[in-house]
């Protein structure tokens, strides 16, 4: 059932021509647990990657699913994606690796009534500067509706907050005329990449009394 389900929604992907990725379990050979997974379906309604929820519960891990072991990047119209699930927000190593594969815009699939959750997810915005689309069932709208946060953290859209399924649509420009986003993609993703990258090494003193004695004025 849950295989003819995935089919019919990449069938239906295909036949509007819009790339699609949507979660379901994903079985694996005789005894062992499924994956918990993200689908990526072409706008030809073709599968062509499959994104393993890596970081799991402890319920997860005790009963229900085998963990994943790598990351999903694809590309769309020359962007490029990420995929995390649920609790992987909570893990910012995560958010760092998909910023060291040159992701444009993470996608985070949430199944949990938290407040504090997607303000760290938008918080990935500001630290990374990138776009991180926030995905939630619709009955935890009320709290904190699906949305997309903008490179430099602001949220240029959300969707319904009343309960009922909605959408969020909103455009991913590099060449944004909005200021935050046109710094934070042209100026602050290039620079922290910089900073990250040893650019300070060369400017440490070493062997100064006056820096390495810290109980001092």
């Known amino acids: 059932m849950i295989r003819e389900e995935a089919e019919a929604v990449a069938d239906l992907a295909g036949a509007l021509g819009i790339w699609t990725v949507f979660g379901s379990i994903h079985r694996l050979s005789g005894a062992h647990r499924p994956h918990n997974s993200l689908y990526v379906v ?26 994943g072991v790598a990351p999903l990047v694809f590309e769309v119209d020359g962007f490029r994606f990420g995929c995390v699930l649920c609790i992987e927000v909570n893990f910012p190593e995560l958010f760092t690796e998909y910023e060291s594969l040159d992701v444009d815009c993470v996608l985070a699939s949430v199944m949990v009534d938290d407040l504090p959750r997607s303000v760290v997810a938008q918080a990935y915005g500001t630290l990374y500067n990138y776009w991180v689309a926030y995905s939630v069932p619709a009955q935890f709208s009320a709290t904190a509706p699906a949305g997309l946060v903008a490179p430099g953290g602001r949220w240029i859209q959300r969707a319904n907050s009343d309960g009922r399924p909605g959408l969020a649509v909103a455009e991913l ?37 006056r820096s390495d004695l810290r109980t001092a004025f």
Request: charged letters at 35%; glycine letters at 6%.
């Open 173 to 209: 420009d590099r060449d944004a005329p909005d200021t935050d986003i046109d710094v934070a993609v042209r100026l602050a993703r290039p620079w922290r990449r910089t900073a990250r990258a040893g650019l300070y090494e060369p400017h440490v003193v070493q062997g100064d009394p």
């Open 42 to 67: 072409s706008d030809r309604g073709e599968l062509v990657g499959r994104y393993d929820k890596r970081y799991l519960s402890h319920s997860e891990i005790s009963y229900l699913y085998t963990p």
